[in-house]
């Protein structure tokens, strides 16, 4: 929708606003500051446990052989939009891919046909319309829906520029429906939101947008960008509009190794930040805005919230709550909860505005990539993601609160830290947000491999009250340097649980501290067959690998396995950028049995990793467990 247009629009709808104000007397101001109520969730005490789910996309069926990339929202009316990309090449942009939508009336039970937000151009010159994200402006009733708009060139391949002819460029675009999203107009903002015209590259963060609801940004709309700034690095935005979406403005750029972010209003009305580690740390990125989030203050690492490098939700579970009140401070996430691997699928509560996060449940073990949650009329939430870590379609799931049996009771400890070969002691504390008595049936420790620890559980805790558990910890004189989790699994007398992730730090020698050291295990067979092997079966094989320094490093590896070597193949083990103690699984190599090895009568991977930090390599041989082929 050009601007003309769109000013035709408001202005149509400020003359029919002032013919009501001739009638009634209201003023323009007094009819916009009431926007129709959102939707919260059901308290976990007031339903039975419930978790549901049923596939709305599936690969190869409804004219697309490829769906990815799920956004969901909640129309004022209370229908269920769920929008996502159909990828006509299996490509992201720039593919000639369309924003597909499905429609719910009845609270997600059933879902009328697939219709389009925005229909990509199959034939040359190609256009595509890709990674959909939603905010409804409650205030107007009014459905925006933020893409990308892709001719020539992807997010890594983009140019600077920002004509919206440039086939060079990746461009945002925004498509408004006034009805409740059954029609759309659409606009190119790349102008609009790129104050410096050095970046390269930008686009809207799937899933969902917010509008603000505290203070004196109250019906601020904020969506989130990446870009790539002037200098190649991944920066989060915030791009907001404080007309109900006539225009929209960027923030401030903040951060480095960015990527897909959320963001969300806490219960004070400050805004947090939530992002996606292009770095690669295996944890979620955090900062938060005081002005509504034109700008951010520092960006810190969650270890609370591991992640693969992935897209995620994180959306309030009351946002009608009252400013400063208990249920405004209740926050729902979920992601693929692993720090290496596009799986566990896992929703996590907080009750403190995302200080911690107790209450978590896995609702998908196997693959799982991108997630999107909305509370829905009926008090549920709503979740569409991502199966099978992104290859599986599209799939709709409901839960209540209730399903996630947990108890608002965050276990944290402040400096643990421990030489390995000893034993130390430190303090727990256990916080009771329950509101009310909690009896602890049992509290546990998850310790790595070859640790040990020992403590005694509190009896109870009254609400709104704390407790000390002194704990002792040893670590075996084997473990490497660096920061391990420890995960605290608190058990009331119910049968509810919390679970926190502590931090505990073993310091490091000079040696591991040198710039691109890294370990490597695995290379053991993950398929093994119990009747012989014969020529032409594959033999699968899987690696981790962790950077020990306090450097971020790239790591290369060959040797005699396929879908390994980056110089042969496209599928690989190569790692760009692994974080300081970050971790990555590769399981993509194999190796295809032949004849000389059935002679042999065995088969040994083999393989050497070379390690990039700055102006140091460093290579680490490798051999992997020895393959009785007879």
């Given at each position: 929708?050009?601007?003309?247009?769109?000013?035709?629009?408001?202005?149509?709808?400020?003359?029919?606003?002032?013919?009501?104000?001739?009638?009634?007397?209201?003023?323009?101001?007094?009819?916009?500051?009431?926007?129709?109520?959102?939707?919260?969730?059901?308290?976990?005490?007031?339903?039975?446990?419930?978790?549901?789910?049923?596939?709305?996309?599936?690969?190869?069926?409804?004219?697309?052989?490829?769906?990815?990339?799920?956004?969901?929202?909640?129309?004022?009316?209370?229908?269920?939009?769920?929008?996502?990309?159909?990828?006509?090449?299996?490509?992201?942009?720039?593919?000639?891919?369309?924003?597909?939508?499905?429609?719910?009336?009845?609270?997600?039970?059933?879902?009328?046909?697939?219709?389009?937000?925005?229909?990509?151009?199959?034939?040359?010159?190609?256009?595509?319309?890709?990674?959909?994200?939603?905010?409804?402006?409650?205030?107007?009733?009014?459905?925006?829906?933020?893409?990308?708009?892709?001719?020539?060139?992807?997010?890594?391949?983009?140019?600077?520029?920002?004509?919206?002819?440039?086939?060079?460029?990746?461009?945002?675009?925004?498509?408004?429906?006034?009805?409740?999203?059954?029609?759309?107009?659409?606009?190119?903002?790349?102008?609009?939101?790129?104050?410096?015209?050095?970046?390269?590259?930008?686009?809207?963060?799937?899933?969902?947008?917010?509008?603000?609801?505290?203070?004196?940004?109250?019906?601020?709309?904020?969506?989130?960008?990446?870009?790539?700034?002037?200098?190649?690095?991944?920066?989060?935005?915030?791009?907001?509009?404080?007309?109900?979406?006539?225009?929209?403005?960027?923030?401030?750029?903040?951060?480095?190794?960015?990527?897909?972010?959320?963001?969300?209003?806490?219960?004070?009305?400050?805004?947090?930040?939530?992002?996606?580690?292009?770095?690669?740390?295996?944890?979620?990125?955090?900062?938060?805005?005081?002005?509504?989030?034109?700008?951010?203050?520092?960006?810190?690492?969650?270890?609370?919230?591991?992640?693969?490098?992935?897209?995620?939700?994180i959306v309030r579970a009351y946002p009608n709550a009252p400013k400063g009140s208990d249920r405004a401070?209740?926050?729902?996430?979920?992601?693929?909860?692993?720090?290496?691997?596009?799986?566990?699928?896992?929703?996590?509560?907080?009750?403190?505005?995302?200080?911690?996060?107790?209450?978590?449940?896995?609702?998908?073990?196997?693959?799982?990539?991108?997630?999107?949650?909305?509370?829905?009329?009926?008090?549920?939430?709503?979740?569409?993601?991502?199966?099978?870590?992104?290859?599986?379609?599209?799939?709709?799931?409901?839960?209540?609160?209730?399903?996630?049996?947990?108890?608002?009771?965050?276990?944290?400890?402040?400096?643990?830290?421990?030489?390995?070969?000893?034993?130390?002691?430190?303090?727990?504390?256990?916080?009771?947000?329950?509101?009310?008595?909690?009896?602890?049936?049992?509290?546990?420790?998850?310790?790595?491999?070859?640790?040990?620890?020992?403590?005694?559980?509190?009896d109870r805790i009254l609400p709104d009250a704390s407790a000390t558990v002194k704990t002792t910890l040893?670590?075996?004189?084997?473990?490497?340097?660096?920061?391990?989790?420890?995960?605290?699994?608190?058990?009331?007398?119910?049968g509810h649980t919390s679970k926190s992730t502590l931090t505990v730090q073993v310091p490091k020698t000079?040696?591991?501290?040198?710039?691109?050291?890294?370990?490597?295990?695995?290379?053991?067979?993950?398929?093994?067959?119990?009747?012989?092997?014969?020529?032409?079966?594959?033999?699968?094989?899987?690696?981790?690998?962790?950077?020990?320094?306090?450097?971020?490093?790239?790591?290369?590896?060959?040797?005699?396995?396929?879908?390994?070597?980056?110089?042969?193949?496209?599928?690989?083990?190569?790692?760009?950028?692994?974080?300081?103690?970050?971790?990555?699984?590769?399981?993509?190599?194999?190796?295809?049995?032949?004849?000389?090895?059935?002679?042999?009568?065995?088969?040994?991977?083999?393989?050497?990793?070379?390690?990039?930090?700055?102006?140091?390599?460093?290579?680490?041989?490798?051999?992997?467990?020895?393959?009785?082929?007879?």
């Amino acid at each position: 929708m050009s601007r003309f247009s769109r000013r035709l629009h408001w202005q149509a709808g400020l003359a029919s606003l002032s013919a009501v104000v001739a009638l009634t007397g209201v003023t323009p101001t007094a009819a916009a500051a009431e926007p129709a109520p959102d939707f919260d969730a059901t308290p976990p005490q007031a339903g039975t446990p419930f978790y549901a789910e049923q596939q709305l996309a599936t690969n190869g069926e409804g004219g697309f052989p490829n769906y990815r990339i799920p956004a969901l929202t909640i129309t004022n009316g209370g229908d269920i939009l769920a929008s996502y990309d159909g990828r006509p090449t299996s490509m992201d942009a720039p593919g000639p891919n369309s924003i597909v939508q499905r429609r719910s009336t009845d609270g997600g039970t059933t879902w009328g046909e697939p219709t389009f937000v925005h229909k990509g151009k199959v034939e040359a010159p190609i256009e595509g319309y890709s990674d959909p994200s939603y905010i409804v402006d409650r205030h107007t009733g009014d459905i925006f829906n933020f893409h990308v708009k892709s001719f020539d060139k992807g997010f890594g391949g983009s140019q600077a520029g920002v004509d919206p002819d440039n086939r060079n460029a990746l461009h945002a675009e925004v498509s408004v429906s006034r009805d409740d999203g059954r029609t759309w107009e659409h606009e190119v903002i790349t102008a609009d939101i790129t104050t410096d015209l050095g970046w390269r590259s930008r686009f809207a963060a799937a899933g969902r947008g917010i509008q603000l609801k505290y203070g004196e940004h109250a019906g601020r709309l904020i969506q989130q960008f990446t870009i790539i700034n002037a200098a190649g690095a991944f920066q989060a935005m915030s791009v907001y509009s404080d007309d109900h979406g006539k225009s929209w403005k960027a923030g401030k750029p903040v951060g480095v190794g960015m990527d897909e972010n959320k963001t969300v209003e806490l219960s004070d009305g400050r805004v947090m930040l939530n992002s996606r580690d292009s770095q690669r740390s295996g944890y979620r990125k955090v900062a938060i805005s005081e002005d509504g989030g034109v700008t951010y203050g520092e960006v810190t690492i969650d270890r609370e919230l591991p992640d693969p490098t992935n897209n995620a939700s994180i959306v309030r579970a009351y946002p009608n709550a009252p400013k400063g009140s208990d249920r405004a401070k209740v926050l729902l996430f979920s992601n693929a909860g692993s720090t290496s691997q596009r799986a566990n699928g896992t929703i996590r509560m907080s009750f403190d505005d995302g200080e911690t996060w107790p209450v978590s449940r896995v609702f998908q073990p196997g693959g799982m990539a991108y997630s999107t949650l909305a509370t829905l009329p009926n008090g549920n939430m709503g979740l569409l993601y991502e199966p099978g870590g992104g290859n599986a379609g599209i799939r709709f799931a409901q839960f209540n609160l209730a399903w996630l049996n947990g108890v608002a009771a965050p276990v944290t400890a402040s400096g643990a830290s421990l030489e390995r070969g000893t034993t130390q002691s430190f303090e727990l504390t256990v916080t009771n947000q329950s509101g009310s008595t909690l009896h602890v049936q049992d509290l546990a420790l998850t310790v790595p491999a070859g640790w040990s620890y020992d403590l005694t559980a509190p009896d109870r805790i009254l609400p709104d009250a704390s407790a000390t558990v002194k704990t002792t910890l040893t670590a075996p004189a084997s473990a490497r340097g660096g920061a391990y989790p420890v995960i605290a699994t608190l058990t009331d007398a119910k049968g509810h649980t919390s679970k926190s992730t502590l931090t505990v730090q073993v310091p490091k020698t000079e040696d591991e501290l040198t710039p691109g050291r890294i370990l490597v295990t695995g290379g053991k067979l993950t398929n093994p067959q119990t009747d012989g092997y014969q020529v032409g079966d594959e033999l699968a094989f899987t690696y981790t690998v962790t950077n020990l320094s306090d450097a971020a490093t790239t790591v290369a590896p060959s040797g005699n396995l396929e879908d390994f070597d980056p110089a042969t193949a496209a599928r690989n083990c190569r790692w760009r950028g692994l974080a300081a103690d970050a971790s990555y699984t590769c399981t993509t190599p194999y190796h295809v049995v032949t004849q000389e090895d059935l002679t042999a009568g065995h088969f040994t991977p083999r393989s050497s990793w070379t390690s990039t930090s700055g102006n140091t390599v460093t290579a680490v041989e490798h051999t992997g467990e020895r393959i009785n082929l007879g």
